[in-house]
């Protein structure tokens, strides 16, 4: 089975500063992997997905996650924070369910904190 | 453009009581899902459909039940409430049976307490 591990519950930083929040999956196939972002009190909502292709993926609201099969890693970035960006984030692969139809996997999510 | 209605929002259940909670999409969506979201860790998968008529298990299924007999809904039932099942549920579709191919949209969720 596919799985994610989501390094550090909480990251803080600056406003302004690089966000760096750290993904790596465990998967036997080319896997297709996800970042989500959860506001509070929301459901999740689809940052970028990396399925073929291009492995550097643009998403919304600036960020952006490169996949990296030698690392195994899909990390997510962005250049400059914003108050915004506080969220929780979680990262996510595709899996094989046992009626052959695939379903995500997500990891245990992290807590972004921008300070002023 | 309601997309995923859940409902309740919040319940309080007592220990062995039954509930049902409701999900709702109008977005003609294939794949539902839901998933129970606990402090650290993540979301996991309950149960999931990839159609009317067609439901499998996620990672954590025990004590839920589900049914998918119309594409629009797809309730997820409490059989006998413990405290373990304490938790944020969401649920989620997507207009593809593969779910990688689309995003997931989730609703906004439903907090359950059980004492």
């Not at chain 1, 036997?28 to 996800?34: C, H, I």
């Not at chain 1, 960006?85 to 009626?99: K, M, N, R």
């Not at chain 2, 067609?54 to 998918?68: A, L, W």
Request: aromatic residues 10%.
């Amino acid at each position: 089975a596919q799985s994610v591990t989501q390094l550090g519950s909480h990251v803080s930083v600056s406003e302004g500063a690089l966000v760096l929040l750290r993904c790596n999956y465990s998967s036997s196939v080319p896997p297709y992997l996800f970042w989500y972002v959860q506001y509070p009190n929301q459901g999740l909502q689809l940052l970028l997905k990396y399925t073929t292709g291009a492995t550097l993926v643009k998403g919304i609201n600036g960020f952006e996650a490169e996949f990296k099969k030698s690392e195994t890693s899909f990390h997510l970035t962005k250049p400059s924070a914003h108050m915004s960006d506080a969220a929780e984030y979680f990262c996510a692969v595709s899996d094989l369910g046992d009626t052959g139809f695939q379903k995500l996997v997500f990891g245990t999510g992290t807590r972004l904190l921008v300070s002023p | 453009n309601a997309g995923v209605t859940q409902t309740p929002k919040f319940q309080v259940l007592k220990t062995g009581q039954s509930m049902t909670l409701q999900c709702a999409q109008d977005m003609n969506h294939e794949y539902m899902s839901w998933y129970r979201q606990d402090p650290g860790m993540g979301l996991r998968l309950i149960h999931y459909s990839v159609g009317a008529g067609i439901t499998d298990q996620g990672e954590v299924p025990n004590g839920y039940n589900v049914s998918r007999s119309t594409t629009e809904d797809f309730p997820l039932r409490l059989l006998s409430a413990a405290p373990s099942q304490t938790s944020v549920y969401f649920c989620a579709s997507s207009p593809d049976r593969s779910s990688y191919n689309s995003p997931l949209h989730f609703g906004n969720g439903t907090r359950l307490t059980v004492t």
